[in-house]
Nanobody, 125 residues
Framework: QVQLVESGGGLVQPGGSLRLACASS????????IGWFLQGPGKEREGVSY????????HYSDFVKGRFTISRDNAQNTVYLQMNNLKPEDTAIYYC??????????????????WGQGTQVTVSS
């Protein structure tokens, strides 16, 4: 069982930045494909970004492309999501997820076996 813990959420003004972290104790995240998802109030969980463990490729949803960056720090066993130029519509609970298998659709939550508890991001003036 891979346990994931997100941190770094909070309240930020529009145009501001946050860096979310996804850490695991006891399991090396470098062995897993990692995705970041968000879930707004009353909405379904949707993919934000993804980093493949196989080829290192990085993928972003259209609404965050150019603003968010996913990265790994293997020494810290942590995956980050740097979020810049935040907008009110980015307000949501953000989750990281891990999958040990090759994914057909990185944005499909059902393809991930392990999830963190989520961290709240609120963008408001």
């Amino acid at each position: 069982q891979v346990q994931l813990v997100e941190s770094g959420g909070g309240l930020v003004q529009p145009g501001g930045s946050l860096r979310l972290a996804c850490a695991s104790s006891g399991h090396t995240l470098d062995y897993y494909n990692i995705g970041w998802f968000l879930q707004g109030p009353g909405k379904e969980r949707e993919g934000v970004s993804y980093n493949s463990r196989t080829d290192g490729s990085k993928h972003y949803s259209d609404f965050v492309k150019g603003r968010f960056t996913i990265s790994r720090d293997n020494a810290q066993n942590t995956v980050y999501l740097q979020m810049n130029n935040l907008k009110p519509e980015d307000t949501a609970i953000y989750y990281c997820a891990a999958a040990g298998m090759v994914l057909f659709d990185w944005g499909d939550p059902d393809e991930y076996a392990y999830w963190g508890q989520g961290t709240q991001v609120t963008v408001s003036s």
